[in-house]
């Protein structure tokens, strides 16, 4: 496992800098970010075809494809951020799945070698990467392998936070985790942020507020009660994934956008990243398509009818 711990010293050092400069909470002008989801590794091969051995060589080439065209921006965006499930095994002990698990973290390092240094990861912790059910050594696994499983940073004069919203679904094995994350969102509010914006994996709704949970979704009526709060908080905008579709709506003066997976898509949608661009006043989006994508019939890569869509988030 020597080879776990040298990875996760590189993911978790990674905004350190975003962390500790008082200089990055002035704002000095516009910038952008991307925001990407649900890479998850095996994925294609595990859902789609049900393989008991799955690989991820179309994950890897999916991410691949991102990094490229991310590392070819100019300017550069200031970091990428994955919400969440950045693999596809789940970190429980039982049918071999912590070594398939730790085979494919392997090959996430080794994928985010590739970006170049001047964008930073931020990884957020999604449900496969704590298990559906969270217990106090699934999250001590992931903070093993990638850093904390919520913190702030500020970029730019922007506050970001990243929730671990697993806490928000599922949190009975981890009831003391459920209190400390509890606090740190009352550290949220802060009047001298230009804009705070939070990333989870989990979206709180699809489309509308008002309807009906699912597993995509958080539930009511702790879905009202924390966006209330967040509100209250002074966030205006929320990034998730989860759904491997784009969608989002508003609720209040919430602005959420649901971001399609990079890897296996469950929709119509195309693998692809968020590129968000952050102004004074306001803060847009565009979902880039991959040059590449996974076609089912086929079973196999191929070119992109690339497009973008650009949603603006007021």
């Given amino acids: 496992m020597d080879n776990l711990g040298v990875g996760a010293c590189q993911l978790r050092g990674n905004i350190n800098h975003f962390k500790t400069d008082s200089g990055e909470r002035e704002w000095k002008g516009s910038f952008s970010f991307i ?9 294609i091969d595990s859902y789609i075809y049900k ?3 799955p690989q991820w060589e179309k994950e890897v080439i999916l991410t691949e494809a991102a990094i490229k065209q991310i590392n070819q921006m100019n300017p550069k965006p200031k970091f990428f951020v994955v919400c969440g499930d950045m693999l596809d095994a789940m970190p429980y002990k039982e049918n071999n799945s912590i070594q398939l698990r730790n085979n494919q973290y392997l090959a996430f390092v080794d994928v985010f070698k590739l970006l170049d240094p001047e964008i930073k990861l931020v990884c957020v912790c999604g449900n496969h990467d704590v298990g559906d059910t969270p217990t106090v050594e699934t999250i001590e696994k992931y903070r093993t392998d990638f850093g904390p499983d919520y913190f702030s940073f500020w970029c730019g004069g ?4 990243v929730l671990n ?3 928000f679904k599922s949190a009975e094995f981890v009831p003391e985790e459920l209190i400390k994350h509890d606090e740190f969102m009352k550290t949220i509010p802060d009047s ?3 804009h705070i914006v939070v990333f989870q994996h989990i979206p709180f709704f699809l489309k509308s507020a008002c309807e009906e949970s699912d597993y995509f979704t958080i539930s009511n009526p702790s879905r009202i009660q924390i966006l209330d709060r967040l509100h209250d908080y002074g966030v205006r905008y929320v990034f998730c994934g989860h759904y491997h579709r784009n969608a989002g709506g508003k609720y209040r003066e919430i602005s959420q956008v649901v971001t399609s997976a990079i890897g296996c898509q469950l929709g119509s949608d195309q693998s692809g990243y968020r590129v968000v661009k952050v102004e004074e006043a306001t803060i847009s989006n565009e979902y880039v398509n991959l040059p590449i994508q996974f076609s089912k019939e086929k079973k196999s890569l191929v070119a992109s009818e690339t497009c ?4 603006s988030s007021n």
């Fill in 51 to 53: 393989m008991e051995d």
């Fill in 308 to 311: 973008s869509s650009a949603i």
């Fill in 165 to 167: 919203s697993q806490y």
């Fill in 35 to 43: 925001q990407g989801a649900d890479t998850q590794f095996g994925m």
């Fill in 158 to 161: 922007v506050k970001f936070v």
């Fill in 192 to 194: 001298s942020a230009k």
